[in-house]
């Protein structure tokens, strides 16, 4: 009563309550990017007082899950990390939606190389990492590219690889041109990715000489591949109209994929890493590989493939002590801290940092965000859909860090409760329906301190008053009256049965009788002071009842002395004789009638 009282006051509704435990169902697609965070988002959502079941396809990508959304029919929302196209956005509002974005999930891009490979000796697989060789001090007859130098007075290369924006548009785009955008250049050549390592030669400890890494690109549209080819437009614009002018890109950025070798997916291109095996031929000697990848799936390559040695490539960000020398510009490796600098910094602004200097900030980052109907929605799933975004912008923040993702900034947090709010009251709008405000996102999401901090919330409630009892409850409350009946059957009368009074009555029988006539001369008092008087206590007015099973209910043709006026086996003789002098009348009757 007191808890009813507190939301009266406060003018708190709270909306109609769903009883069930049956989970609402909400399904979406897009962005790959969140696929290990969504586990444990599943998980948590499921374990609500009303549980949600949130169902995921993320093997469609950003770009075809925004298709199929606007499409409509399949998806409830679809989580992307770049805005709807002017196309998307027009088809969605020939149909009179517009769509909410949710901010959801702070992530990165990830550069990771898997070095050469060679079998050395035959049938031996080794990693070969290349070898630092000052070039002055190289032996006679080896260089760095035709015949590599090679013996045990060579220092393998344990530092950390840097690739300028330049070397990675050369590895991404398969562009092999100077700085000067004009002369090809040898990748392992080119000199400011030696500058950057403090390398005077690159060599390999085999004898065998290597180009370039392969790119493994991604096959499907997404949101990584728009948000590198932005990079390359700010840091390496020559590079990306080089390409663009082959078709190897877009130009300006899209999410189509970049032509060369591709596989669809993140595990596909996790699985051709986790091999060691060249994707091309199959065999275990090949020039390394280089692909792009979000943190959590690099976790999975390291967790599947413990020992391998893949290096997590170091990019430049704006933080640069000479403008006009790339080389003087930050290294950073791309961890939870160096994303969240980046996007604290820009408030969730995407690729912040790469230009602007912000110390210690990893500048390949961005925001994916959920996106959901302005109406249509359903009264649950509407409810559904607004406590997973409540849920996910604050407790769900808290496993970034063993993923290796960034997290929200608070600015990007008040947005997402702002839109959940607004998913609840464009889409609740009816006759049936109206908005009502709850304490807290409960039942819709986990019952966490963080997901309760998050104070009144909108929520969507059905005005339609709940209908009559159904015929089958009906049918059992009035069958419950004859159910009644039964123990009116079952609490048989215990009153004293009709057989118990006659004891008393034979118990008088067994005296000797006195004969049929009475003696000469007057009755004498003893006889009557003797016998002994009725008790009402011990015989009850119901000693007269027929004994069960006797016929025509009479009583039994004796009487004891001193009870009755008249002689009862006398009686019966002449009814006895009364009966046979009637039937002989019949027989004679239907004798004569034959005759």
Same mark, same amino acid.
């Given at each position: 009563?007191?808890?009813?009282?507190?939301?009266?006051?406060?003018?708190?509704? $709270?909306?109609?309550?769903?009883?069930?435990?049956?989970?609402?169902?909400?399904?979406?697609?897009?962005?790959?990017?969140?696929?290990?965070?969504?586990?444990?988002?599943?998980?948590?959502?499921?374990?609500?007082?009303?549980?949600?079941?949130?169902?995921?396809?993320?093997?469609?990508?950003?770009?075809?899950?925004? *298709?199929?959304?606007?499409?409509?029919?399949?998806?409830?929302?679809?989580?992307?990390?770049?805005?709807?196209?002017?196309?998307?956005?027009?088809?969605?509002?020939?149909?009179?939606?517009?769509?909410?974005?949710?901010?959801?999930?702070?992530?990165?891009?990830?550069?990771?190389?898997?070095?050469?490979?060679?079998?050395?000796?035959?049938?031996?697989?080794?990693?070969?990492?290349?070898?630092?060789?000052?070039?002055?001090?190289?032996?006679?007859?080896?260089?760095?590219?035709?015949?590599?130098?090679?013996?045990?007075?060579?220092?393998?290369?344990?530092?950390?690889?840097?690739?300028?924006?330049?070397?990675?548009?050369?590895?991404?785009?398969?562009?092999?041109?100077?700085?000067?955008?004009?002369?090809?250049?040898?990748?392992?050549?080119?000199?400011?990715?030696?500058?950057?390592?403090?390398?005077?030669?690159?060599?390999?400890?085999?004898?065998?000489?290597?180009? %370039?890494?392969?790119?493994?690109?991604?096959?499907?549209?997404?949101?990584?591949?728009?948000?590198?080819?932005?990079?390359? *437009?700010?840091?390496?614009?020559?590079?990306?109209?080089?390409?663009?002018?082959?078709?190897?890109?877009?130009?300006?950025?899209?999410?189509?994929?970049?032509?060369?070798?591709?596989?669809?997916?993140?595990?596909?291109?996790?699985?051709?890493?986790?091999? $060691?095996?060249?994707?091309? $031929?199959?065999?275990?000697?090949?020039?390394?590989?280089?692909?792009?990848?979000?943190?959590?799936?690099?976790?999975?390559?390291?967790? *599947?493939?413990?020992?391998?040695?893949?290096?997590?490539?170091?990019?430049?960000?704006?933080?640069?002590?000479?403008?006009?020398? %790339?080389?003087?510009?930050?290294?950073?490796?791309?961890?939870?801290?160096?994303?969240?600098?980046?996007?604290?910094?820009?408030?969730?602004?995407?690729?912040?940092?790469?230009?602007?200097?912000?110390?210690?900030?990893?500048?390949?980052?961005?925001?994916?965000?959920?996106?959901?109907?302005?109406?249509?929605?359903?009264?649950?799933?509407?409810?559904?859909?607004?406590?997973?975004?409540?849920?996910?912008?604050?407790?769900?923040?808290?496993?970034?860090?063993?993923?290796? %993702?960034?997290?929200?900034?608070?600015?990007?947090?008040?947005?997402?409760?702002?839109?959940?709010?607004?998913?609840?009251?464009?889409?609740?709008?009816?006759?049936?329906?109206?908005?009502?405000?709850?304490?807290?996102? %409960?039942?819709?999401?986990?019952?966490?301190?963080?997901?309760?901090?998050?104070?009144?919330?909108?929520?969507?409630?059905?005005?339609?008053?709940?209908?009559?009892?159904?015929?089958?409850?009906?049918?059992?409350?009035?069958?419950?009256?004859?159910?009644?009946?039964?123990?009116?059957?079952?609490?048989?009368?215990?009153?004293?049965?009709?057989?118990?009074?006659?004891?008393?009555?034979?118990?008088?029988?067994?005296?000797?009788?006195?004969?049929?006539?009475?003696?000469?001369?007057?009755?004498?008092?003893?006889?009557?002071? $003797?016998?002994?008087?009725?008790?009402?206590?011990?015989?009850?007015?119901?000693?007269?009842?027929?004994?069960?099973?006797?016929?025509?209910?009479?009583?039994?043709?004796?009487?004891?002395?001193?009870?009755?006026?008249?002689?009862?086996?006398?009686?019966?003789?002449?009814?006895?004789?009364?009966?046979?002098?009637?039937?002989?009348?019949?027989?004679?009757?239907?004798?004569?009638?034959?005759?």
């Amino acid at each position: 009563m007191w808890l009813g009282a507190t939301f009266l006051l406060t003018g708190i509704e $709270t909306p109609n309550a769903h009883a069930t435990a049956v989970p609402i169902i909400i399904s979406g697609a897009g962005s790959v990017e969140l696929y290990r965070q969504l586990t444990a988002w599943q998980d948590d959502m499921v374990s609500a007082t009303q549980p949600v079941t949130v169902n995921y396809v993320t093997q469609l990508g950003d770009g075809l899950g925004r *298709q199929a959304f606007v499409q409509g029919g399949t998806f409830d929302f679809v989580v992307s990390g770049t805005p709807f196209t002017a196309a998307e956005t027009k088809a969605l509002s020939d149909k009179g939606i517009s769509v909410i974005a949710a901010p959801l999930q702070a992530t990165a891009a990830e550069y990771v190389l898997l070095p050469p490979q060679v079998t050395d000796p035959p049938g031996n697989s080794k990693n070969t990492i290349f070898a630092i060789r000052d070039f002055v001090a190289l032996p006679v007859g080896c260089d760095d590219i035709v015949t590599p130098c090679t013996g045990a007075d060579t220092p393998l290369y344990r530092g950390p690889i840097k690739f300028t924006w330049h070397n990675l548009a050369e590895l991404t785009l398969g562009v092999r041109l100077d700085l000067s955008g004009v002369n090809y250049e040898p990748f392992w050549s080119a000199p400011d990715m030696l500058k950057s390592m403090g390398l005077h030669q690159v060599v390999f400890t085999s004898p065998a000489p290597f180009i %370039e890494p392969s790119y493994i690109n991604r096959s499907e549209p997404a949101s990584s591949t728009f948000w590198l080819e932005s990079a390359f *437009q700010a840091r390496a614009a020559t590079m990306l109209q080089a390409a663009a002018k082959d078709k190897v890109v877009h130009n300006p950025p899209s999410e189509d994929r970049i032509e060369g070798l591709s596989r669809p997916g993140i595990s596909n291109v996790v699985d051709i890493f986790a091999s $060691t095996r060249s994707p091309v $031929t199959g065999t275990s000697t090949h020039p390394g590989f280089v692909s792009v990848l979000p943190p959590q799936a690099v976790q999975d390559l390291l967790q *599947q493939k413990p020992g391998l040695a893949v290096a997590v490539v170091q990019v430049q960000n704006g933080n640069c002590t000479s403008p006009t020398d %790339e080389t003087t510009c930050e290294w950073v490796a791309p961890s939870t801290a160096t994303i969240d600098k980046a996007l604290q910094a820009g408030n969730g602004a995407p690729l912040y940092g790469l230009k602007e200097s912000v110390p210690g900030a990893y500048p390949v980052t961005w925001v994916n965000s959920l996106y959901a109907p302005s109406t249509g929605l359903s009264i649950d799933t509407a409810n559904a859909i607004a406590g997973f975004v409540r849920y996910t912008v604050t407790a769900g923040q808290a496993g970034a860090d063993q993923f290796g %993702e960034g997290h929200l900034p608070p600015v990007m947090v008040t947005k997402a409760l702002a839109a959940a709010d607004e998913i609840i009251t464009s889409n609740c709008v009816g006759s049936d329906r109206k908005v009502v405000t709850a304490p807290n996102p %409960e039942p819709y999401a986990p019952h966490l301190p963080a997901v309760d901090a998050v104070g009144p919330v909108k929520q969507c409630a059905s005005t339609v008053l709940p209908p009559p009892a159904t015929t089958t409850v009906a049918a059992t409350t009035t069958v419950r009256p004859t159910t009644t009946v039964r123990p009116t059957t079952t609490t048989a009368f215990v009153p004293v049965p009709t057989y118990r009074p006659v004891t008393p009555t034979v118990r008088p029988v067994t005296p000797t009788y006195p004969p049929t006539s009475p003696p000469a001369g007057p009755p004498t008092t003893p006889v009557a002071t $003797t016998a002994p008087p009725p008790t009402s206590s011990t015989v009850p007015p119901t000693t007269t009842s027929p004994k069960p099973g006797a016929l025509g209910g009479l009583p039994l043709p004796f009487e004891p002395p001193g009870r009755g006026g008249f002689d009862r086996f006398t009686t019966s003789l002449m009814g006895g004789a009364l009966l046979w002098f009637g039937w002989s009348l019949a027989r004679r009757h239907s004798t004569s009638a034959l005759t």
